[in-house]
């Protein structure tokens, strides 16, 4: 039996329709569920349902074979993890945003102070720009640290732009672009390769428009996917 993380939020209704599309049979699953495990003995598969900064810790210790989780978690947790697939929805985008007419982040010295739930993320971001910054650590109101003068800038995740402009926010730069992604235990693929791999295979033939992804992002046939976790 295979064990599914799934995100709690925004992700969960769209991936249990993906399930669906594949012929995989959840009834009495749901977005609006309270239940935070799920035993699907007909799918031979198990679904936690857990928060979407969780979703990577599950499945690279072990707690899950499999998950479906945001780019922007992991790119800021940087979990050891397969990513054989890019799922298409939840498409969003890591953005830096400020208030309006203040420029460019370049243009601030000496040291940008930057609220944000992805202090990694930014730090590297800025790092690499040379720009000296001071990451101030935030879970949620991000769009209250400039009106307030908490910080000069913000990174968050911006889907619409509607949030920023209702609290006179702009975006200044892009960093990233997200969307929901399976990643696969590195341990399980080896122990549990076959369901593995006809769970991405489903799931792939259903994506609109897939991306097959190497573990590190890059394009992957299923050959070379095949041969890669093979030596993993």
Do not use: W
Request: charged share 25%; net charge positive.
């Amino acid at each position: 039996m295979l064990t599914i993380a799934l995100s709690k939020g925004k992700l969960i209704e769209s991936a249990l329709e993906l399930f669906r599309r594949a012929g995989y049979k959840i009834a009495g699953l749901s977005a609006d569920s309270r239940r935070l495990i799920f035993v699907s003995p007909e799918n031979e598969m198990t679904f936690l349902i857990v928060r979407p900064s969780d979703v990577p810790t599950y499945v690279e210790y072990g707690g899950a074979d499999a998950g479906i989780v945001g780019k922007d978690v992991l790119m800021e947790q940087e979990s050891d993890v397969y990513e054989p697939l890019d799922l298409g929805f939840g498409a969003c985008r890591i953005s830096v945003a400020a208030l309006q007419g203040e420029g460019s982040t370049a243009r601030l010295s000496p040291t940008v102070r930057i609220a944000t739930k992805y202090p990694r993320i930014s730090e590297r971001y800025f790092n690499a720009r040379g720009i000296p910054v001071e990451i101030i650590k935030l879970y949620g109101s991000m769009e209250l640290a400039p009106v307030v003068g908490l910080a000069d800038r913000i990174v968050d995740l911006v889907e619409t732009g509607s949030t920023l402009k209702a609290h006179d926010l702009v975006e200044v730069e892009v960093i990233a672009q997200s969307t929901a992604r399976l990643i696969v235990n590195r341990a399980s693929f080896r122990l549990k390769q076959q369901p593995l791999m006809t769970l991405i295979r489903r799931l792939r033939a259903v994506v609109p428009k897939h991306h097959s992804l190497s573990d590190n992002g890059r394009k992957m046939t299923p050959r070379t996917r095949k041969k890669k976790m093979a030596r993993s």
